[in-house]
């Protein structure tokens, strides 16, 4: 082994033992630069399939569907202090981006955003984790173009006819001048009823941007029978 790569391999080391990293599907140890274990790597990302929807204008995609090892990875996610999870959740939605859309057109990251107030009580908006981790894959700029302004009820605990009321004028844009004609990808963890993104979406296209593409982690919209069993946790 050469020597350069005995050094990587001892930093490696050191760095998991402080900071040990684990699969997000089932909670068991893996390699720093790993995004699953060897299991998970066959049985969910080998099973990974882009699911596609529409958005108003626009379109979304996702690697996954919201179900059994990538739901309990999200929830522990957003809902159990996971923040380390966005890197591997991340690695995955790139791919899915990657081969859906022009990423070398995209001029700007962005995420549904959190309200101010929950964001300090989760410690982390995993929408903006997600984003930043993409960025920096892509190397594309990262912003904050919407804000959230209004405490809203829990998607989820609503009927769908009362989902679209309860996100009214809940998001408004930061900065007009940031978007003017240009290509903008809006990042969000989960996609279920698709209420939360076209609120989003719609305030992103008042700015005049050329082009707002979607995408999230896992797409829960073909498992609605599941949805009222186990319901969603969506913000
Ligand atoms: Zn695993």
């Avoid at 996971?82 to 081969?99: C, D, F, G, H, N």
């Avoid at 698709?194 to 050329?210: D, E, F, Q, R």
Wanted: aromatic letters at 10%.
């Amino acid at each position: 082994m050469m020597k350069n790569n005995s050094v990587k391999e001892i930093y490696r080391h050191i760095v998991s033992f402080f900071f040990p990293e684990y699969c997000p599907y089932c909670s068991s140890l893996i390699e720093p630069d790993d995004i699953s274990c060897p299991h998970c790597g066959k049985s969910v990302l080998g099973q990974a399939v882009a699911i596609r929807r529409g958005v108003l204008g626009s379109r979304c995609v996702a690697p996954f569907a919201y179900e059994g090892k990538v739901r309990k990875a999200i929830v522990n996610f957003k809902f159990h202090e996971m923040s380390q999870y966005a890197r591997p959740l991340a690695a995955v939605l790139a791919k899915t981006i990657e081969e859906e859309y022009p990423v070398d057109e995209i001029d700007l990251i962005t995420y549904v955003p959190m309200r101010k107030w929950d964001q300090l009580n989760r410690e982390y908006n995993q929408s903006e984790l997600l984003a930043k981790e993409l960025a920096d894959t892509f190397s594309i700029p990262c912003a904050e173009t919407l804000l959230k302004v209004k405490r809203t009820k829990k998607q989820h605990k609503l009927k769908f006819s009362e989902r679209k009321k309860n996100l009214s004028g809940a998001f408004v844009l930061k900065d007009k001048e940031w978007l003017k004609g240009k290509t903008v990808l809006l990042i969000d963890d989960v996609m279920t009823s698709g209420i939360t993104l076209s609120h989003c979406v719609k305030k992103l296209y008042s700015a005049k941007p050329y082009q707002v593409y979607c995408a999230v982690v896992a797409s829960a919209a073909e498992h609605e029978k599941e949805e009222r069993k186990h319901p969603v946790q969506e913000e």
